[in-house]
């Protein structure tokens, strides 16, 4: 018996347990969701509130694990799959996603920023410019949202399907992110800016002293995925990260600890006009942030016991089923395509589920020059 359960505590079969649990959770989450969600003529009752609070409960609580494991804010799978499977209007979805994002990254930056290992002279540098792009976003977002009507709802999904779809490639190509980028050049605002710190890295038993360079072009960057993130709702870790990895020059783990914290100050300041336009619903909010606070816990406990370049492929499951339903969706409200039938669906998610099981066990085909997740792992 002993031999039989040390054998499932081994990979993959943690990784298919997290698996069956997020499939069956967020199926149930957005069923709940979608009923609570039909209001009667009167406006919503009791039973539909609790439905509601219990599905976004829910649903947080599966997104907070996943964002653990696989690296990634919970900002981006909330929004694609709440306007991918559910009818909210795109401007609450987004505000509280913000908040989702912010609240998370917050929390899981605080142990990072009181070990050195997040650089708050880089976070604060790329604030000013993730921070104004993000309010021109959120502001574009509720002016377009005025008018845009049934047709913005549609354009607002197909374009949020096109940054899932960078983000699953973003997943395949992990592996290729320089650890240790070398600088050989420290331009002049840099170096008036001093934003590089040393810091210790436990894996190498030593203090890190490294560089950063092109400052400047990093603010352009970062008011580029400060614009996306303010208008679509969503964490921008997936430019943030390689900006200040690649284009500063600064190691990843900095680049990621660093993100975090930016995304924790920069994302504040487009939740304001959000909140000023009445989007963000306190009653909606709250279960997010519980479910992302409980999530969080567990999938950090989970971390321990599986491996994370697994749960990785897991997630870009979740990306591909949620960019399905939000390109479905798209172009279902823009009546270009009847409605699909929830039949259809379900054998999408069975086959992208399918796909994800083979390339656990090690069966899937594999592609030697995608590297990362689709190398060895």
Not at 125 to 136: A, R
Not at 139 to 168: D, K, N, P, Q, T
Not at 263 to 287: H, K, N, Q, T
Not at 348 to 376: D, Q, S
């Amino acid at each position: 018996m002993g031999k039989y359960v040390k054998k499932l505590s081994k990979s993959p079969w943690p990784e298919m347990v997290v698996l069956s649990a997020v499939l069956i959770l967020s199926t149930i989450a957005l069923m709940l969701i979608n009923i609570g969600v039909e209001a009667p003529p009167g406006g919503l009752s009791l039973n539909s509130v609790t439905l509601l609070v219990f599905g976004f409960f829910l649903m947080s609580f599966v997104i907070g694990v996943i964002a653990v494991l696989a690296g990634v804010g919970g900002g981006v799978p909330f929004i694609a799959l709440m306007l991918a499977f559910t009818p909210i209007n795109s401007l609450v979805i987004r505000g509280t996603a913000l908040i989702v994002t912010m609240f998370s990254a917050l929390i899981s930056t605080g142990p990072l920023t009181k070990m050195g290992l997040a650089n708050l002279r880089i976070s604060i540098h790329c604030v000013v410019g993730y921070g104004i792009g993000s309010f021109i976003g959120a502001m574009v977002a509720v002016w377009f949202a005025g008018f845009s009507g049934s047709v913005g709802e549609g354009f607002i999904r197909l374009g949020l399907a096109g940054i899932v779809i960078y983000v699953i490639f973003y997943f395949v190509h992990a592996g290729t992110k320089a650890e240790w980028p070398e600088v050989k050049h420290v331009g002049r605002f840099a170096q008036w800016l001093g934003v590089a710190q040393p810091y210790y890295e436990a894996s190498l038993g030593k203090v890190v002293d490294y560089q950063v360079t092109r400052a400047g072009w990093a603010l352009l960057a970062m008011s580029i995925g400060g614009l996306i993130s303010g208008f679509f709702g969503i964490g921008a870790g997936w430019v943030l990260v390689p900006t200040i990895n690649l284009v500063m020059g600064a190691p990843l783990k900095v680049a990621a600890a660093s993100s975090g914290v930016l995304m924790g100050m920069g994302d504040c300041i487009s939740e304001w006009v959000y909140l000023r336009s009445g989007a963000v619903i306190p009653l909606f909010a709250a279960p997010w942030l519980l479910g992302q606070v409980l999530g969080g816990m567990l999938g950090s406990h989970l971390l321990i016991r599986v491996r994370a370049a697994s749960v990785r492929i897991i997630a870009i499951g979740v990306f591909a089923f949620s960019a399905y339903g939000l390109i479905t969706k798209g172009l279902e409200i823009l009546e270009v395509i009847p409605v699909i039938p929830p039949v259809i669906h379900g054998v999408v998610l069975l086959f992208i589920a399918g796909g994800v099981v083979l390339r656990l066990l090690g069966k899937f085909p594999t592609i030697k020059k995608w590297g990362g997740l689709y190398g060895k792992t």
